[in-house]
């Protein structure tokens, strides 16, 4: 595996050696059930709940989605990867999923978050075909421009990307767009791009409440539209059935039968056009001649 921070390698740490703050990475960690979140991030967690029970669930659902996405793209014949905002390491992570379908696929980790970083480099450590990066996807030319990524990905051929459960907590607007305009424009044709994305299209009255749960724990979340979300894909092609919320997009997932406002986010996949033609044979263009 190769391994890069392009922020350096320090965690901002407050007194005793803790984080002065909740993190989202570690809330989200949290109300998924694991054990990397600090008391502060569990009281943020708590806070939220108390305001919103469906929060638990709708990150069970967002990762339920993210594990159907890669499926769906290997499905596809896809066999290079870019996690995005990957998070702390699970039990099943993207990598673990692509070798049930084929040893040899590439997958690059990539998160700002520096704890997020030092857990990813010793567990997502599977093979020569991962690579963890830590960066900030605000910066993306420097991302894609790095050689870790140069090295892993190969242009001429499609690439899965996975944007799941990041944007909202990049709340610059023009940064985001301009990051996934560079972005897309990366993209090789073929490539499918993944996104889930909390909206208050099911929460109206309620998401004020979360956001006010958040900000006093100093996380600061910015719920998008379904036309914000979906201005995110620029022209790449909907499949399935377009926007969605995250838990009915993968129709195979663990929870279709949850009410959708249980997603609290809308998922897309799309593929940017056009898509490869098959290669012609020599008896093909003789004909066509
Ligand atoms: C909620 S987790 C999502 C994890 C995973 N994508 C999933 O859907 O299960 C969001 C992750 O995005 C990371 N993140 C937030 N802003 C980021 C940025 N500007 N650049 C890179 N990573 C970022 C956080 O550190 C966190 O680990």
């Keep these: 595996m190769v391994s890069v921070s392009l922020l350096g390698d320090q965690a901002d740490l407050g007194r005793g050696g803790l984080p002065a703050t909740a993190n989202w990475a570690r809330v989200y960690e949290y109300l998924l059930g694991g054990c990397d979140a600090y008391e502060l991030d569990r009281e943020a967690a708590r806070a939220v709940y108390q305001t919103a029970d469906w929060i638990k669930t709708a990150a069970l659902i967002n990762?339920?989605?993210?594990?159907?996405?890669?499926?769906?793209?290997?499905?596809?014949?896809?066999?290079?990867?870019?996690?995005?905002?990957?998070?702390?390491?699970r039990t099943v992570n993207t990598y673990d999923m692509t070798e049930k379908a084929e040893r040899g696929c590439r997958v690059v980790y990539v998160d700002n978050d520096p704890e997020v970083y030092a857990h990813a480099r010793c567990q997502l450590d599977e093979s020569d075909d991962t690579t963890v990066i830590r960066a900030d996807l605000l910066a993306m030319e420097q991302l894609?421009?790095?050689?870790?990524?140069?090295?892993a990905f190969d242009l001429d051929k499609?690439?899965?990307?996975?944007?799941?459960?990041?944007?909202?907590?990049?709340?610059?607007?023009?940064a985001v767009q301009r990051a996934m305009g560079?972005?897309?424009?990366?993209?090789?044709?073929?490539?499918?791009l993944s996104i889930t994305h909390?909206?208050?299209?099911?929460?109206?009255?309620?998401?004020?409440?979360v956001r006010a749960a958040l900000a006093a724990h100093d996380l600061d979340v910015r719920p998008r539209s379904r036309d914000e979300?979906?201005?995110?894909?620029?022209?790449?092609?909907?499949?399935g059935g377009g926007l969605a919320a995250t838990g009915r997009?993968?129709?195979?997932?663990?929870?279709?039968?949850?009410?959708?406002?249980?997603?609290?986010?809308?998922?897309?996949?799309?593929?940017?056009q056009p898509l490869p033609q098959p290669a012609t044979t020599f008896a093909q263009s003789e004909e066509s001649q």
Aim: hydrophobic residues 45%; charged residues 20%.
């Design 182 to 192: 560079v972005l897309r424009e990366w993209m090789p044709a073929g490539s499918t």
């Design 158 to 174: 499609p690439v899965a990307v996975l944007v799941d459960d990041v944007l909202p907590w990049c709340t610059d607007d023009t």
């Design 63 to 89: 990762r339920d989605y993210l594990q159907g996405a890669v499926e769906w793209s290997l499905d596809r014949e896809v066999r290079q990867f870019l996690d995005l905002g990957c998070g702390y390491p």
């Design 249 to 272: 997009w993968h129709m195979q997932g663990g929870y279709v039968n949850h009410p959708r406002e249980h997603s609290a986010a809308f998922a897309g996949i799309a593929v940017k």
């Design 144 to 151: 894609l421009n790095c050689e870790p990524m140069k090295a």
């Design 198 to 209: 909390l909206t208050d299209h099911w929460h109206p009255s309620t998401m004020p409440a």
């Design 229 to 239: 979300i979906a201005a995110l894909f620029g022209d790449f092609v909907q499949l």
